[in-house]
């Protein structure tokens, strides 16, 4: 079991005379993730209202704000616990076979146009041995095609643009990898975790975008950028892509800091608490 | 109330010793849509699986069928009654009082990349009174701009390049149309249909795209392509965009013929069962 | 006539053993465009090589340099004495009698992808009486549709994102206006100058792209960006769009600084050299 | 040697009053290429212009047909003896070296967006050995990675467009192929040209695009669809891209059918004409 404690601060200046916001900075509640404690602060005057998608577990938090200046802080405290399963036990679900609810997964969204890269996946990943393998093998293929590169790339770059110019940030090797896995027919999508043991190379704390991909009925995590420790991610939204898990979505004139994060591992040899590390094995975090 | 007979007719030459098909063909079952009488016929030896959205009332088939022929037919008889409103009594809900359900149809979707189109809808719509108004102007806007072409565009074709192109045929209108409006942060999103009343110089009957828009915490239809009589249409799917709901989504290598489509209008003076007639109402189907 | 004096300072760090530059920052000599006085500067050692295209009279300057800092500083006195006709009288030549080197600026290139903005720019422009009013209103059209907004595109963006997105600097705004223009079958071509008059508003001195035309067998310059003041412009470099005419192109690994350029109008009444002015007359400077 | 013996017939129906025609169907006459015979038929009441590149030799042919049916043949018999080279002896021209006239050939152009494709480029291609063996790996990556699929493009296709979707015809492997090398810094531009010896299972003969690459200062050929014998090429235009070098560009309502090309080789052996076959050497038409 891992434990990370982590805060999220963001800073606004609300030029309207009112700006509402949606925030998805909150650790996810899950079988395998739970908040020991946690704490919003903003100010007192500001209404909000939470909601908890049933099925996702995204816990979004709306707000309005009048004009002027506006801090938000989000600390907690998370003990993940992720599935660890044998790679070579997992195997891809026919399509016949998917839940009607995982469907959704296999079609192309903004920015992941997985019907423009089907002639591409099956001639590069067509006639690999179907499986987690199959999967590892495309995010290699990301990791090995695409170069991070800080601001390469914005908030409009997609899957295709990234096979074109292979530059990008983590985002974009998570829309790739999900463009790919759903043009062979396995069903992909997002998450936006918060990711301790980022090199530090990669710069500040950040938000942290990974491939979520379906194997034997269960949803096993993978991250193409290859910059984290996955057992030390952490569950904030599940989405289709980028698109629908924002950590803010900003109606109005408001003018934003880059959000500054702060993370790190607390261990507790007697509990049973320990250092996020690297394994071998497939990762699942429901 | 009006009353549709259809039926959908569906043929398909399967290559692969097995193939899958998901189907989205039959028609909703909603408060204000009433399916009298239905039918399917397809080969006995073929396994199918119904699913139905609780939500979206989308009624999926999912069936596997093995290599050569595969006909399906489906007919129904169905009872429409849309709600018409007064499209002054409409307003546009603001975003703090959306339902969080709702939230999904303002993000940018496969063929609807409302990020991209912010500065044109602000510029050509911001100053507009909001409301059912600015919601027809923006159908307006879209049909007196894009030409009605068949074949001028794909299954790849978003509303960015119709955007630029100026050409297209219902679901690119649609995905136009539904663009704008979300980069206007009313939620937009698409209904896949058959259309009464088509005019029969655009061809034979077939499936028809449409709008919904999120008025007053109600789904409107708007059909910005202007071939239907809106009272006349009938719901099959809904979802973002065209990616959400095809009307079949194959798996495997199978060779198809484009469906074979019959609607007509029953009329029952009596029973008060009518035409489909223009209206200047809103309408809803929901 | 107006007498225009500038420079144009550049200022890289070569980090390759050794690396290759084009310049193309020199004042073009043409009929209209006289050099009174230049000079270059950059290091001894460096070997340079000159060459003017004998149509277009670009001036190219070819540079290799070694490791290290690389400064190079032109500046000229240029006279200039633009030609300026009746709007009226001019008019838009049958493509029949185009001569056949005029031709290429009716093809689409890689800002001006002309063959998408056919439908677009028929719709808008096509019922208007054919000359320079019609391409005036294309010119108004671009610059009441597009948003001058610094640093909002990059040097991938075309006159297809333009459209889409409506905002750009220079450089797009003359895309754009190339683009529709090529789609109406009139010839046009970008030509990079120097801008004596920019609005100050718009940030320091720095080379500008405008828009040549061609009618009545002329070339006629437009800016539909209106930051200028057209009779103060000065011809450095002319071609199908940005991608033949960057003012240094650079082979090897360099980090660059932004150029540094000024610019100033010189008056001396005495010899009838005034300050740039407004017309409402059409501006060739061939 | 090699002879070939070839006619394009075209077919139109003008629907304007009046429409223009700019052709470029005719053999270029190069040092390597003569035009034995050859013969133009239209009808006689047609105007026409006849127009030599000087220094691309294209030979353009412009038109003005009035409403009504426009039958154009031209056949003709042209020796071609195209000039051979070791692969081994030829080398990449460096920037520094490049004839200023052939710079325009690294610039991105419409469908050949270099400028996307230089991280790719250079992480595929960037650490080979310099020299015909690097661009003939150009041509074998893009044979490999891309389907011929015909009508799987159109006249919109760019390489950007192949490298994400992996189908096409011959002018998009070529502009693949262009678009690749120009973002090595290797000038590379388009040749339309007649292709004896296509497999007849590829369809009936048709107009075929090739590459040009720059090489030890001359034009080497390439033909990176893989479909034609090289020797067996006969070009009619250069260009930079398919955009420079239309067979016919049209201006006007015209319905047009598609061109109807013969083409066969003759020999005679006592005249040392053979031919075209299949050689591992260098093949330059100039």
Same mark, same amino acid.
């Given at each position: 079991m891992n434990r990370l404690r982590y805060s999220v601060s963001l800073s606004y200046e609300v030029m309207d005379p009112m700006a509402d916001f949606l925030l998805n900075i909150e650790a996810a509640r899950t079988s395998r993730q739970v908040v020991v404690a946690e704490q919003l602060t903003f100010p007192p005057s500001i209404q909000t209202t939470h909601y908890t998608?049933?099925?996702?577990c995204n816990r979004l938090l709306r707000m309005r704000a009048p004009k002027g200046h506006l801090a938000i802080r989000y600390e907690a405290v998370v003990d993940i616990d992720h599935r660890l399963d044998d790679c070579d036990q997992l195997s891809e679900v026919p399509v016949a076979e998917l839940p009607f609810d995982v469907w959704h997964y296999l079609a192309p969204s903004r920015y992941c146009e997985s019907d423009r890269l089907m002639e591409f996946a099956m001639r590069e990943f067509g006639g690999m041995q179907r499986g987690y393998a199959r999967v590892y093998a495309i995010r290699e293929w990301v990791r090995n095609h695409v170069r991070f590169l800080s601001?390469? /790339?914005?908030?409009? /770059?997609s899957a295709v643009d990234t096979i074109v110019e292979r530059t990008g940030v983590c985002r974009d090797f998570a829309h790739l990898m999900i463009g790919i896995c759903r043009a062979l027919s396995i069903p992909a999508r997002m998450s936006s975790s918060l990711d301790y043991g980022a090199d530090p190379t990669m710069g500040a704390p950040d938000f942290h975008a990974v491939v979520e991909v379906y194997l034997s009925h269960r949803w096993y995590l993978l991250d193409p950028?290859?910059?984290?420790?996955? /057992?030390g991610l952490l569950r904030i939204g599940t989405g289709r892509d980028a698109a629908d898990i924002p950590f803010a979505a900003i109606f109005g004139k408001v003018e934003s800091k880059r959000p500054f994060v702060e993370i790190q591992a607390v261990t507790d040899t007697a509990a049973g608490i320990e250092m996020p590390m690297f394994t071998a094995k497939a990762i699942s975090t429901w």
């Amino acid at each position: 079991m891992n434990r990370l404690r982590y805060s999220v601060s963001l800073s606004y200046e609300v030029m309207d005379p009112m700006a509402d916001f949606l925030l998805n900075i909150e650790a996810a509640r899950t079988s395998r993730q739970v908040v020991v404690a946690e704490q919003l602060t903003f100010p007192p005057s500001i209404q909000t209202t939470h909601y908890t998608d049933a099925v996702l577990c995204n816990r979004l938090l709306r707000m309005r704000a009048p004009k002027g200046h506006l801090a938000i802080r989000y600390e907690a405290v998370v003990d993940i616990d992720h599935r660890l399963d044998d790679c070579d036990q997992l195997s891809e679900v026919p399509v016949a076979e998917l839940p009607f609810d995982v469907w959704h997964y296999l079609a192309p969204s903004r920015y992941c146009e997985s019907d423009r890269l089907m002639e591409f996946a099956m001639r590069e990943f067509g006639g690999m041995q179907r499986g987690y393998a199959r999967v590892y093998a495309i995010r290699e293929w990301v990791r090995n095609h695409v170069r991070f590169l800080s601001r390469s /790339t914005n908030e409009r /770059t997609s899957a295709v643009d990234t096979i074109v110019e292979r530059t990008g940030v983590c985002r974009d090797f998570a829309h790739l990898m999900i463009g790919i896995c759903r043009a062979l027919s396995i069903p992909a999508r997002m998450s936006s975790s918060l990711d301790y043991g980022a090199d530090p190379t990669m710069g500040a704390p950040d938000f942290h975008a990974v491939v979520e991909v379906y194997l034997s009925h269960r949803w096993y995590l993978l991250d193409p950028s290859g910059v984290s420790i996955p /057992t030390g991610l952490l569950r904030i939204g599940t989405g289709r892509d980028a698109a629908d898990i924002p950590f803010a979505a900003i109606f109005g004139k408001v003018e934003s800091k880059r959000p500054f994060v702060e993370i790190q591992a607390v261990t507790d040899t007697a509990a049973g608490i320990e250092m996020p590390m690297f394994t071998a094995k497939a990762i699942s975090t429901w």
